[in-house]
């Protein structure tokens, strides 16, 4: 398990949205977090996608701290993967990361029990700005 690294000169927040999402898509593969993704959503009827975002929802802010993205002056970007993350809540009870890690481990979490999430990154300076924030949804709809 690793901390992967993301840089592009041009379409940075394209490249990191590219790279966030292989790695939600590769956690399902991950018995850890398959495993946990079930545990968190037991009791929780299968068939209520709100009920089921909600509980993820709820575990995971529950458990993270987030800290300010690392300033890299070429513009890359860290990214831990979802297994990290969680290997860090299983041994602190909680883990310290940025928004790009908690959306991609909460997106991997939603994947795991066959919810479709997306990623919403925001610039609040200029529209075309890199990204300053970015955030999952999980499409509900029945």
Known sequence: MEIRRTWSPLGG???TLQRMKREALSAVYSPA????ATDIVRGVNGHDRVALAVALNEWVRLRVS????PIIEDGGDF???PALVLREINFYGRARIDCDDAAMFTAALALSIG???????????????????????VWTEQ
Request: cysteine-free.
């Open 13 to 15: 927040t394209r490249a």
């Open 66 to 69: 987030f800290l300010d993205d």
């Open 115 to 137: 919810l479709v999430p997306r990623f919403h990154a925001v610039a609040f300076i200029l529209p075309d700005a890199a990204y300053q924030h970015v955030y999952t949804e």
């Open 79 to 81: 990214l831990r993967v």
């Open 33 to 36: 977090i398959v495993t946990k």
